[in-house]
């Protein structure tokens, strides 16, 4: 009979304990952080989606200054490797078309390539 009534205690106890002072708010407020932080970094990168998609529109119109075209060409290739670079890291290149996804690869290639030091 104490047995019984030691475990039903226990169990009742148990039941109704209460979390530590805050810790579901805590936890709540933490997960509302991460998902912010999330959300912006969406954001950046679908700004810089609009901007590679602008500077290819821009690059393919062509241009008479041959200087400029080789700066939009540039400043595409740098802005494709940091869209391709982000998304790798936070996992969302699976979201992209497979052909936008090759495209960002090629110019990264691009970007390697022209930031690697000339070899003799």
Do not use: C, W
């Not at 109704?16 to 805050?22: L, Y």
């Not at 810790?23 to 998902?35: G, V």
């Not at 590679?52 to 494709?80: I, N, R």
């Amino acid at each position: 009979m104490k047995r019984y009534l030691f475990l039903i205690s226990t169990i009742s106890l148990s039941l109704f304990s209460f979390s530590r002072d805050g810790e579901e708010l805590k936890i709540l407020d933490d997960l509302i952080a991460t998902s912010e932080r999330q959300v912006a970094l969406q954001k950046e990168l679908r700004d810089l989606v609009i901007q590679v998609h602008t500077q290819q529109d821009l690059f393919y119109q062509g241009s008479e200054d041959v200087q400029k075209t080789k700066e939009l060409a540039s400043k595409m290739v740098t802005t494709a490797a940091t869209i391709l670079k982000t998304s790798e890291e936070n996992h969302y290149l699976h979201l992209f078309p497979p052909f936008f996804v090759e495209e960002l690869k090629l110019f990264a290639n691009i970007s390697k390539k022209k930031s690697a030091p000339m070899q003799p």
